[in-house]
């Protein structure tokens, strides 16, 4: 069900908006210069260009703070920018509205939220991730349900087809998402050519390779920032993908037709030791942060990265544009389909159901993502976005990087969600500190096995 709904999410979402004439994300009756409201009529009683909510409760002068809880903290990424200049606009538009901006890292925003929601006190407006890890928020009763959001200025219309049911339970929706992307391998051309690596690898023994080569011209072969533990899970789960045949090896751990000692596993677990084992991180990864890790890409010290393609805007605004290129993780021993990706419905907004300020705070975010799309279609970040933007790629001067992701994401033939999208998070916990040790020391790839299936047997649900 994973496979087949996101799929037609992707296959709709992307193949139909962003085919050969590059008429990225496109939403409807809107242009990318046009400054009418990017995805709704003009709201009578806003000043501003933005589709904002009906007349709210923020017109009635009562001074109002609502704190916006993110996950951008990179100036130097057009997500950054973006937030910034969304919430400027409104607190311009509405005088009486203070945005506070409570900016991490990723890592730090999940903790932090686990904290803030064990004591009741999430903030207006968090970070959260679809599925599996938002389900204890909202049974819990922490997020107030959005459909009204949506409801107004045609909001919803503009998120691609299938995308909201990774955040919707009981026929709610408790959050919005920030994009829809897949995951692939950036790699940067000069560092390929000093080498002398004429071609990406389509296999992971050629992958092992080169990271060999580019181990001995003294280049780091893959960038990583380990000390977040979702980005070595992220990787795993691409290696997994492949030696299962294909998607749906945790789906069929949760229906009891496989276990974690599935030969697929522990082969997954081999290869990704042999990653390890020939030197294709940073020294230190576990104790660079993911932030840190990607700048090891982005500066030029790395080969390669393994990440998903929100990172597209970012490597453009970076001293590598227009040296990156990036390709389908490779097959594993002769197994997987290179069209079948990690697929990462993005982190998403929700806002929390002890709000003081509830009604303003919806107000807030319905402007925030109706603007949204069109921010970062100006920011060239709308590559991986999960609403639709009109506009053309290479009429708006978008990279070569840009159109290449936007062509892998033509040729996705289905995938498989993160593993702590779709574990219960006890388990996930053991999963992300288990292929993080591996970074640390070599361990017998079938005990990595039989821990993860202990910790499923023992959090079953």
């Known amino acids: 069900m994973v496979k087949r709904n996101m799929q037609k999410s992707l296959a709709i979402g992307f193949s139909a908006l962003m085919a050969l004439s590059l008429a990225a994300c496109g939403n409807s009756g809107n242009n990318a210069n046009d400054s009418a409201a990017t995805n709704a009529p003009k709201s009578t009683n806003s000043t501003n260009s933005g589709g904002n909510a009906a007349e709210p409760a923020t017109d009635s002068g009562k001074k109002v703070t609502i704190t916006f809880q993110n996950i951008y903290p990179d100036p130097a990424t057009p997500s950054h920018k973006m937030i910034n200049e969304l919430t400027e606009q409104y607190m311009k538009d509405h005088p009486n509205v203070t945005i506070e901006l409570d900016t991490l890292n990723t890592d730090q925003q999940k903790v932090k939220l686990k ?54 339970f009981d026929g709610n929706v408790y959050a919005l998402p920030d994009g829809n992307n897949i995951e692939v391998v950036y790699y940067n051309k000069e560092l390929f050519e000093q080498a002398g690596i004429a071609n990406t690898p389509t296999t ?8 060999k080569i580019l181990k001995e011209k003294g280049i780091t072969p893959l960038a990583i920032g380990e000390k977040d533990s979702w980005t070595g899970s992220f990787l795993f789960m691409n290696i997994l993908l492949r030696t299962n045949g294909g998607p749906g090896f945790l789906q069929d751990v949760l229906s009891g037709k496989k276990t974690f000692e599935d030969p697929a596993f522990i082969e997954a677990v081999d290869a990704f030791q042999q990653l390890v084992q ?10 660079i942060d993911a932030n840190a890790g990607g700048n090891i890409f982005k500066s030029g010290k790395a080969a390669m990265w393994v990440i998903g393609s929100w990172e597209t805007g970012a490597i453009d605004a970076s001293s590598v544009a227009g ?39 919806k107000d807030f975010l319905n402007f925030f993502a109706s603007n949204l799309p069109k921010k970062q279609f100006e920011l060239k970040n709308a590559v991986g976005l999960g609403q639709k933007v009109d506009g053309d790629l290479k009429a708006a001067g978008y990279s070569d990087l840009a159109v290449n992701i936007a062509g892998l994401f033509n040729q996705v033939q289905g995938g498989d969600l993160a593993f702590d999208n779709t574990m219960n998070p006890a388990t996930a916990q053991v999963h992300l500190s288990s292929i993080q040790n591996l970074f640390v020391q070599k361990v017998d790839s079938a005990a990595v096995a039989k821990e993860h299936q202990q910790a499923f047997e023992a959090n079953k649900e």
């Open 115 to 168: 904290t803030q929601a064990a004591s009741k006190e999430v903030p207006d407006i968090t970070i959260v991730n679809p599925a599996a890890q938002m389900k204890p928020f909202v049974d819990a009763g922490l997020f107030a349900p959005l459909n009204d959001v949506l409801d107004q200025n045609g909001l919803k219309d503009t998120y691609q087809e299938g995308l909201l049911d990774y955040y919707s």
């Open 204 to 211: 992971f023994e050629e992958m092992l390779q080169d990271v």
């Open 278 to 287: 020939a030197g294709a991180f940073p020294d230190g990864a576990t104790s």
């Open 323 to 361: 040296k990156v290129g990036a390709f389908q993780f490779p097959t594993v021993n002769g197994k997987g389909n290179p069209n079948e990706f990690m697929l990462a419905p993005g982190s998403a907004f929700a806002i929390s159901a002890n709000s003081e300020h509830l009604a303003e705070t």
